[in-house]
């Protein structure tokens, strides 16, 4: 019952009055200013040269011209266009089947439920590559079941439907689990008072459950558009000709080195990315009131008519099977002399373990040292935007958050212009790619531990600080070890993510410090398909050491991992 | 543990504003050594923030605040010599119990032997031996509230803060617990400020009891001295369920006054607040009586009786229509009336004081 009082302080009364509390407490100080320092350097800096550089012509002076003229060039109008054609038809397409598999798999009664729920999530820890590769080898143009099944002649799955198909089946693991938790939340008791009220099934469906999942809803649908436009890896694999922002970028600079052309790509690319960031951020500070209402009981189970289950049912099965055929297929890839021609087993492929031994060393030293500093960094900053206040806390929360809404082709244009040249030159070493790899993964660490915060009494903390414990010793005795799990979730986040990093790392890497998943994807390119599939097990394996090392060290389910 | 250093605070203009929000209003007071004060209000009155200002948890908008003679505006929390016993207790759960007791010691670096020997005899005080390796989710509410206490003193402290430290224990508990808090903090002689939302449990705590209102300290005083003389309507209604009565005054004098209520004439023995003769009188409703109709007094007409046990509470009304509230303790059978009876309310000869309107 404050009350408010006519007379106001002058405005930035408050801010110095923080900025002294702050600067009685020179460690506090210090660390804010080292990690303010850190973020812009890992992050803010790399991508705003990107915009600036494609903001400047020949001479290096401003000029927007210079971006009109690139704008008609046809190689840019193409990219646009495809890319722009591809988020129209991908991201509803996916967003609607995830949508649908999220909601029968939370709200009615289908058959297997629980089971259904892990078979449909579980392509998340499927080797990378696992669609693209099982598509070519069955739909290719000498696919299993194309060529030799079908005997089609003229079938080709290169280009736009292939890479639509692609994306809309790998984003239903993650997007249905996201709009599963949206669903779950919703409290039984709205849609038990619309039903008192008079409303039918399926009115109640549409006026209540539904719009109480939309934010949770266009929150996943957010979430995809930022994949859709930043994904590298399919377009290059089954592109093939559909040229799109992510790769023609990275082919001006990696192939043509137009600087120009590239970043003026990439400053196209970010604009619609950064977009869709922004109002992702916008719908999660609104999406409170779904969980306002209590996550207690959870919505109503429908139940469906009989021939209505059995086909959501039927539907399941099939996004079940695919996945795990193109698994099967995947398996049969490494262990045969050249799948589906050439059956003889073989482990011939496995020998690229062995010619790789450099390129694992190099993956691993970097993703560990990436996730290690990258992990501590998280927590510290997670601890100074959820527990300090200071002018510039939301600014650093949102910039911890940023590389999200960032695709890796602009993070890596950006870290070879900001680290090519004085004062930095970084490029070509492993430093730069441990670097890349913090920037690009410290989102979810940041959440996770920013949640695990959130939910501490702020009392423990004071505690401690009252009982004269300085500020470190309360992080390192109290906050850290009360946020454990988060902090080593973080740290492994961070790990797999780097182990896979492919985007950014492809334009930062050099002959001496190549890495598994760029050898991997090489192979793929340079039709080397056995001895591609043999590394996509190397990483598929020490992604499930990685999952045990969780549920061991956390004490969480290993499902977790995947929830943002 | 004996007698501990205690030391005075003071606060001086405190001022704290959220944004455009003032939480606390200009507050001065002067605690003395030794003494326990409570800060009680409504909730968002501001006595936490003010709590939080003097723990060093809230930066101060303006003001200073002064423990024993030193200004601490610029010590951070850890660097304060207060101890606070929180709301929620924030028992590391992590720690043991003896861990969470011996935190305060290990930070400050003393030797191990010093350490155990403060620890036993705290947990001594408190008779919590025998938990030491207990987690604190294994204790009942009242073990938790008594290790965030001992948390507390044993890192010596010369302000003990304790915000709402009660309000998460069962009714019978929290007399219990006061009962024990207000023993130790007399025998450790410790200075102590403690906020709470109830009045009762203020009055039976304190030495001094500090009401606050929208961010503002509207009254300091002993207990007995706010419940007979309130300086507002406000302090009157929040310290006990009160008639105020406007008054006629009579004879206003410097050192007292005569009024005249409902027809009655009152003697005030204090100086009145003003002499503008603009006043009011607080009828608490154990002050009045109520007696068959045909006896001296007011005559009114019960408009509800409610039997609560120790007394029977009456509402009434006048014949012009003010409305009062009496209570009848341990009625005779002449005094218990129904509703819609003819009475005659008897009031007191002597009030207090007065209120200014």
């Known amino acids: 019952m404050a009350t408010s009082v006519a007379v106001r302080p002058a405005p930035g009364t408050e801010i110095l009055g923080k900025l002294r509390r702050i600067a009685r407490e020179p460690v506090l100080a210090l660390t804010i200013l080292a990690v303010a ?111 030799d099944i079908l005997g089609l002649e003229n079938f080709s799955i290169y280009g736009m439907h292939g890479i639509i198909l692609l994306q809309t089946i790998e984003c239903i693991p993650l997007l249905s689990l996201i709009v599963s938790g949206t669903f779950a939340a919703i409290s039984r008791d709205m849609e038990e008072a619309a039903e008192d009220l008079g409303a039918r099934r399926l009115r109640v ?37 559909f040229s799109v922002l992510a790769v023609e970028a990275y082919s001006q600079i990696m192939y043509t080195y137009d600087l120009a052309l590239g970043t003026a790509l990439c400053t196209a690319l970010l604009v619609p990315a950064l977009f869709g960031f922004i109002a992702y951020h916008y719908l999660l500070g609104r999406r409170s009131y779904v969980t306002v209402t209590g996550a207690a009981r959870g919505p109503i189970i429908h139940t469906m008519p009989w021939f209505i289950k059995w086909l959501v049912f039927l539907f399941l099965c099939l996004i079940v099977f695919w996945n795990f055929s193109q698994l099967a297929v995947y398996f049969a890839g490494a ?103 913090i920037a690009r993964s410290i989102p979810l660490a940041l959440r996770a531990n920013v949640a695990a915060l959130q939910q501490l009494d702020p009392s423990l903390d004071e505690a401690s600080l009252d009982l004269g414990a300085s500020r470190v010793r309360t992080f390192v005795q109290i906050i850290l070890p009360l946020i454990r799990s988060s902090f080593i979730l973080g740290i492994i986040y961070i790990f797999k993510d780097a182990m896979t990093n492919l985007s950014s790392a ?56 995947f929830q943002i | ?22 939480a606390v209003s200009d507050v001065s007071f002067e605690i003395p050594a030794g003494a326990l004060v409570c800060l009680v209000g409504p909730s968002g009155c501001g006595k936490t923030t003010t709590l939080r200002m003097i723990g060093g948890f809230e930066e101060p908008t303006a003001g200073h605040i002064y423990i024993g003679n030193q200004c601490v505006d610029a010590q951070p929390p850890y660097d304060r010599p207060t101890a606070m016993v929180f709301q929620s207790y924030a028992l590391f759960p992590h720690m043991t119990v003896y861990e969470n007791v011996s935190y305060g010691l290990r930070v400050r670096h003393k030797p191990t032997r010093e350490i155990e020997e403060c620890v036993h005899s ?36 010369e302000v003990l803060l304790l915000d709402e430290p009660l309000s998460n224990l069962d009714a019978q508990l929290r007399v219990r ?51 007979r003389r309130p300086t507002n ?33 009152i003697h005030v023995a204090v100086p009145p607040p003003s002499r503008d003769g603009k006043f009011a009188v607080v009828l608490r409703p154990e002050m009045m009586h109520l007696c068959p109709a045909d006896r001296d007094g007011i005559a009114a007409r019960v408009k509800t009786a409610t039997f609560l046990g120790p007394l029977i509470r009456y509402v009434v009304v006048t014949g012009a229509g003010l409305e009062l509230t009496v209570d009848v303790t341990n009625p005779t059978a002449e005094q218990l009336f129904s509703e819609g009876t003819a009475v005659a309310v008897h009031l007191p000869d002597q009030v207090p004081g007065l209120l200014a309107v």
Not at chain 1, 353 to 365: A, E, I, Y
Not at chain 1, 370 to 393: I, N
């Open chain 1, 37 to 147: 320092g850190l973020l812009f350097l890992l992050i803010v800096y790399p991508v705003s040269l990107v915009a600036l550089w494609g903001l400047r012509d020949q001479a290096g002076n401003f000029s927007i011209d210079n971006f009109a003229v690139l704008w008609q060039r046809p190689i840019v109008q193409k990219a646009i266009w495809n890319t722009f054609v591809l988020v129209l038809i991908s991201v509803p397409l996916g967003t609607i089947v995830a949508t649908f598999v999220g909601y029968v798999l939370t709200c009615t009664d289908v058959p297997a439920r629980r089971l259904m729920r892990i078979l449909i999530t579980l392509p998340m820890i499927f080797p990378p590559f696992t669609g693209a590769m099982g598509l070519l080898m069955l739909f290719g143009r000498r696919g299993l079941i194309t060529y």
């Open chain 1, 506 to 561: 492809i334009m930062l890497i050099t002959p001496r410090t190549e890495l598994v998943y760029t050898t991997m994807f090489a192979n793929m390119t340079k039709g080397a398909q056995g001895d591609a599939l043999a590394l996509g097990l190397e990483i598929f394996l020490i992604n499930i050491v990685l999952l045990l090392l969780i549920t061991r060290l956390t004490k969480r389910s290993p499902l977790e991992l």
């Open chain 2, 122 to 157: 705290a947990l001594a005080l408190l008779e919590l031996q025998g938990l030491e390796s207990k987690s604190p989710r294994q204790l009942s509410g009242g073990q938790q509230q008594r290790v965030a206490l001992a948390r507390a003193l044993v890192t010596e402290p």
């Open chain 1, 335 to 437: 262990f045969t002399k050249l799948f589906p021609r050439d059956l003889t087993f073989t482990l011939d492929h496995f020998q690229e373990w062995f010619r790789t031994t450099k390129q694992l060393q190099n993956s691993l030293s970097t993703s560990m040292a990436a996730a290690l500093a990258g992990g501590v960094l998280a927590a510290v900053l997670a601890y100074l935007v959820t527990k300090q206040d200071f002018p510039g806390r939301k600014l650093m929360d949102y910039i911890g958050t940023l590389p999200w809404g960032i695709p890796g082709t602009v993070k890596g244009v950006g870290y070879i212009l900001a680290f090519n040249f004085a004062p930095f030159f970084w490029t070509g070493t492993y430093f730069i790619l441990i670097l890349v790899n």
């Open chain 2, 177 to 227: 617990v006061r009962g024990e808090i207000r023993a130790l903090q007399r025998q450790l002689g410790i200075t102590a400020i403690y906020v709470t939302h109830d009045q009762e449990e203020a009055f039976s705590l304190s030495d001094f009891t500090a009401i606050m209102q929208a961010g503002k300290l509207i009254q300091v005083g002993k207990p007995m001295d706010i419940y």
């Open chain 1, 205 to 241: 469906l549409f006026t209540i459950t539904f719009p109480l999942a939309l934010p949770g809803i266009l929150s996943a649908a957010l979430l995809h558009l930022i994949s859709v436009i930043s994904d590298f890896g399919t377009p290059m694999i089954v592109g093939k000709g």
């Open chain 2, 233 to 265: 309507t406000f302090v009157a209604h929040f310290v006990g369920l009160s008639n105020i009565v406007h008054v006629e005054a009579l004879e206003v004098r410097a050192q007292d006054a005569t009024v005249r209520a409902l027809d009655h004439v």
């Open chain 2, 1 to 22: 543990m004996e007698t501990r250093k205690a030391s005075s605070v003071r606060l001086e203009h405190l001022t704290k504003m959220f944004g455009a929000i003032t």
